[in-house]
């Protein structure tokens, strides 16, 4: 067995960050290093940050955005158009569409998409409470903003059979947005155009 040439804490740090997205075992070990060496102006803020974060964090019972309140700022927010919901896959594609700010309605996070590779049900994601909400009088169109990839597309065609009934309009954003491609990755550019360009399914 190779020699650790760290303590245990250290060890386990350096696992910790290799978990999250975009950082492998040596990246992560880089991490660690820099959050030892910068510990009171970075270690200690962010290990506060954290815990506060764990205390206060909360899902929106009405749109699935987080936030450190029930309902979420965007939700309780006056001036927002009521009669459109913007249906995305993740928190972090919300983001990126508030970043860009071409949208002024609510919002549904579906918290991922149907995926028979990965399991991922209908029943797995929050489709039922969209067709409740879709139901509610104010409503007029939902806009699917889902990645352009294969599944994106399966659960834009499993909403828009769910939604028939409801009588709302369902529009999808423009294919500005490159196949394959994720909203969070994209310019406020793109995302702008895409999104003043949707179209009736």
């Known amino acids: 067995m190779p020699h ?77 158009n009521q009669n459109s919901i913007c249906v995305v896959e993740q928190v972090g594609d919300l983001w990126a569409l508030e970043r860009a700010g071409a949208y002024r309605g609510r919002y549904h996070v579906l918290g991922g998409v149907l995926s028979a590779l990965d399991g991922v049900r209908p029943e797995d994601l929050r489709i039922g409470r969209l067709v409740q909400r879709a139901k509610e009088a104010e409503i007029t169109e939902v806009i699917l903003a889902l990645n352009a990839n294969v599944d994106g597309q399966t659960t834009a065609h499993y909403i828009h059979d769910a939604l028939k009934e409801s009588g709302v309009q369902i529009t999808s954003i423009a294919r500005g947005v490159p196949v394959g491609g994720e909203l969070d990755y994209l310019d406020d550019g793109t995302l702008s155009a895409a999104l003043k360009a949707r179209k009736l399914l």
């Open 4 to 80: 650790s040439s760290a303590g245990p804490e250290i060890e386990r740090l350096i696992a910790l960050l290799s978990r999250l997205p975009g950082l492998g075992p040596r990246s992560a070990r880089r991490a660690a290093l820099h959050l030892i060496r910068k510990k009171e102006m970075l270690m200690v803020p962010l290990a506060a940050a954290l815990g506060e974060a764990v205390d206060r964090i909360v899902t929106c019972h009405e749109c699935g955005n987080i936030d450190v309140s029930d309902p979420c700022a965007i939700c309780a927010a006056g001036g927002r």
